[in-house]
């Protein structure tokens, strides 16, 4: 299932489109503002961002350029009342992927959530083949030739990741910060202990291998 988060400080707006959105077959998570969001981002792996512009603090624009610092591909759509092409261009220089205009057509919004998934190549992105080795997403398995692979919750999200973007090296700091609680006492060198439990792991497996970029951190290879 999809996991969607949703960024509305309008309470009703947002608990509206929340239930919505999960009786359309979508996992959501509401947030009232960019701050309550960031907590969210670093508990939850999400495959959408849906912001409104106008919010207390933070607004949609710094929140949209932020995530897009961190997050090069999760699809980011703004709901808002602004109309205004200036506020468009703003958007979409941010970052942004798509711009729908309060107060939405919920129908259409389902057809541009499905369009940014596909564009963004998510469907297919939640199985990994890499020759025999098998990662499924939504199951949380790892199979190679057949047979499961125990992995911790961790340890999976971190070898997804890597396999995701293989030849794309990943600093400690980085997966630090997506895998780790912000308020975490784990020093980065934890990942390196990560890194040789998921080697003994997969010590059978020939079809790509973890690797350490010295002075940087990992990444993974296909043979």
Request: charged letters at 25%.
């Amino acid at each position: 299932m999809f996991k969607i988060l949703v960024v509305e400080d309008d309470k009703a707006l947002n608990r509206s489109l929340c239930s919505f959105l999960h009786h359309s077959g979508y996992e959501t998570t509401g947030c009232l503002s960019a701050e309550e969001a960031y907590d969210a981002l670093y508990e939850t792996m999400f495959d959408l961002i849906i912001s409104d512009i106008m919010m207390p603090k933070t607004d949609g624009f710094e929140f949209a350029r932020t995530v897009r610092s961190l997050n090069s591909d999760i699809p980011i759509m703004f709901m808002t009342a602004r109309d205004d092409f200036a506020s468009k261009q703003r958007g979409f220089r941010a970052g942004i992927d798509d711009y729908m205009v309060k107060p939405v057509d919920f129908d259409e919004l389902l057809l541009r959530i499905g369009a940014l998934l596909r564009r963004a190549k998510i469907a297919s992105a939640k199985h990994l083949t890499i020759g025999n080795f098998t990662m499924d997403a939504d199951a949380r398995s790892a199979c190679l030739d057949g047979e499961e692979i125990p992995l911790t919750v961790r340890e999976f999200s971190i070898l997804y990741k890597l396999l995701s973007y293989p030849q794309k090296t990943f600093t400690r700091t980085q997966l630090m910060d997506e895998f780790w609680d912000v308020d975490t006492t784990s020093s980065p060198r934890t990942v390196d202990v990560y890194m040789t439990k998921l080697r003994t792991k997969l010590s059978d497996c020939q079809d790509f291998e973890i690797v350490t970029v010295h002075g940087l951190g990992y990444k993974a290879v296909i043979r």
